[in-house]
């Protein structure tokens, strides 16, 4: 949406707020929930398109909607995934979750867990495909949603803190809006795509 916007035109501040915002919401939200959508790239490109638009706090709009759709699609998962971890047959919510949980990252998340409680959470987000692993620790162990919700709060406040930057870097490099919005978009991928990159040449490279 937010790349078919920026390599035409920057949009008009109403039309921003009549058909961005809500967009980017429910993006980043279903983004939480199905764990394959680049939310990341989707913030990073609307930082894009808000740094060159002369409508003021726009910024600060793509910062808020992107941090509360996350929130509130991580809280929504793991309620969803405690629902399933007390239902006798699972759910497919949790299935999903523990399809995307590599057996040597859970490991990692529940040590990390166990030594530094909910603080885990903070960094989950930032780091690239860690989001899933230390929810599903975080759900092993238990731990009640409240507690859950008080460590992924600042966790989606970070990472909406990071991707936006991206989003202002790549915008400030570049004069058109879908040059900022390319590059974001490459940035964010290729940060994501990172770590299975890197455990396939490990195992590649391993006797």
Avoid at 39 to 55: E, P, R
Avoid at 124 to 141: E, F, N, Y
Wanted: glycine fraction near 8%; hydrophobic fraction near 55%; include cysteine.
């Amino acid at each position: 949406m937010f790349l078919a916007v920026a390599s035409t035109s920057v949009p008009a501040a109403s039309t921003q707020q009549a058909v961005g915002y809500p967009s980017l919401f429910l993006l980043v939200l279903i983004g939480a929930l199905v764990p394959i959508v680049p939310t990341g790239a989707l913030v990073s490109s609307a930082a894009v398109v808000a740094f060159h638009q002369t409508a003021p706090f726009s910024l600060l709009l793509v910062f808020v909607v992107a941090a509360l759709a996350a929130f509130l699609g991580d809280i929504a998962l793991y309620w969803l995934g405690r629902r399933g971890m007390r239902s006798k047959n699972g759910s497919r919510w949790l299935e999903t979750i523990r399809d995307r949980a590599p057996e040597d990252r859970l490991a990692q998340a529940q040590e990390k867990l166990g030594d530094h409680g909910i603080a885990v959470l903070t960094l989950s987000r930032l780091v690239p495909a860690g989001r899933i692993p230390v929810m599903l620790a975080c759900l092993l162990a238990r731990m009640p949603l409240r507690d859950f919700a008080r460590g992924d709060a600042p966790a989606c406040l970070a990472w909406a803190v990071t991707y936006q930057l991206i989003g202002i870097l790549g915008g400030s490099l570049f004069p058109e809006p879908w040059q900022g919005v390319l590059a974001a978009v490459v940035l964010t991928l290729a940060i994501s795509a990172a770590p299975s990159v890197w455990r396939r040449m490990r195992r590649t490279a391993a006797p």
